[in-house]
């Protein structure tokens, strides 16, 4: 990693924050500040019930634009970007024409439920210990693998392309890397691979026993990357210069990097669309019996680092729900002040298992729920059972991790649009009995993936610069009595048993 001195000359670092319901850009300085940032939504789309996709042609001309408009708020030129960093929703998935570079279908998003069958199929034939063992990770619909599968079987002779090397697979940093480059590189880095039922995360490589049992032909896979490297450079059309495209990182890796948690032990949890709590476990990946996943954190350099991961599927989305589903309110945000109404939610559980239930259940046939409603049952305590479902949801994760890591918790970083909500935040701390505390940027992914690219140009020296960088915000200590803590989670698990094996489908 030994950079030119043009690289050095750069004065900023571009993230590129692709995400599950909007692309986001930041424009970083030295110090880790964002300097200038664009963000534009794009549509969801259900084709059925637990069905989500996106068109990749949204996803890309939304992360363009606020590429180009989080520039020009910053009032820099190309030229002025020692590199570019992209992360990303991950596991979704996007199928397209190696020459065209058009997709073939609309991309499979992570929390589509669409593979479920394809699931059950592979658990039945006596083959998930084997995922497990050579992946880290369960069978299920969340991962990419069987998203590729299920869109090959669709017919029109896709496989036969595939095999062909015609089509083209990528996780969305990979569909937007070879746009930024112009074609010139179909790459994707070792946590985005990780996610994918595909990659073998002890040798480090796409595993051919695997690509064999759900069908998928090698010919349309990335090539696999470190995290920290450049790649190529963008198309000069895009930006009016070429910029190194130098770091790539799945979202909640990307996070855990960029707070800075680089010890065995140190923990984040990231309250997003879905909530994904991630713990660094060091140079050996740590196997899970209780739900979580073994994961790869990062490559840097030479030096490999793994991490146990909980999946939550809907966190942030039960917010959304509550806007756009059942119009409480105007704005994510109005949220913690219909929350403030009242003091508690009364007895009220949302257990919000719209796609399913990830870690660690793992149950795709569970079903959102809400109950302990009675007569006096007013919106701000359904608004308020919904935010605090984050924070059980997490602990029913901490749970599990704490068991198999041997790693006690002493202290959670916490980042994504949701930790800007304090009542959520001092809930988690007191559910938890642990400190929560908040960095001064919460939108850490986008971070965590400039200083990954900042890293591979010499922008930033190392991991001590990173970790310099990392300034607290506020701090919630735990205020909640024992006894009062373990009732309210008691009733957690009574409401989650009721929304286990629920549709039939």
Known sequence: MSP??????????????QGTTSSRAIVFDRSGKAVAS????????????GHVEHDPEAIWSTQLQTAKDAIAKARISATDLAAI??????????LWEKATGKPVANAIVWQSRVTAPICDRLKAAGHESLFRKKTGLVVDAYFSGTKIKHLLDSGDGIRERAAKGEILFGTIDSFLIWRLTGGKCHITDVSNASRTLLFNIHTLEWD??????????????????????????TDPKLFGAEIPVAGDAGDQQAALFGQACFDPGTAKNTYGTGCFMLMNTGAKPVPSEKGLLTTVAWTVGAVTTYALEGSVFVAGAAVQWLRDGL?????????????AECKDTDGVYLVPAF????????????????VGLTRNTQMAHIARAAVEAMAYQTRDVLEAMQAESKLPLTTLKVDGGAAANAMLLQFQADLLS?????PVVAETTALGAAYLAGLAVGYWDGFA??????ALDREFRPKMEATERERLYAGWKKAVDRSLDWATD
């Open 85 to 94: 960093g992209v992360t990303n929703q991950r596991e979704t998935t996007v």
């Open 4 to 17: 030119s001195t043009s690289l050095r000359a750069g004065k900023y670092v571009l993230a590129l924050d």
């Open 327 to 339: 119009k409480a309110i105007k704005a994510s945000p109005d949220v913690e002040k219909l929350m």
């Open 208 to 233: 051919d026993e695997l690509l064999r049992l759900l069908d998928v032909p090698r010919a349309m896979m990335p090539e696999v990357k470190s995290s920290s490297e450049v790649y190529g450079h």
């Open 38 to 49: 664009s963000q534009q939504e794009f549509p969801q789309i259900f084709p059925g019930p």
């Open 434 to 438: 642990v400190t929560v505390r908040r």
């Open 355 to 370: 796609v399913g239930l990830g870690a660690p259940y793992w149950d795709p046939r569970a079903r959102g729920i809400i």
């Open 465 to 470: 610069d990173v970790t310099k960088n990392w």
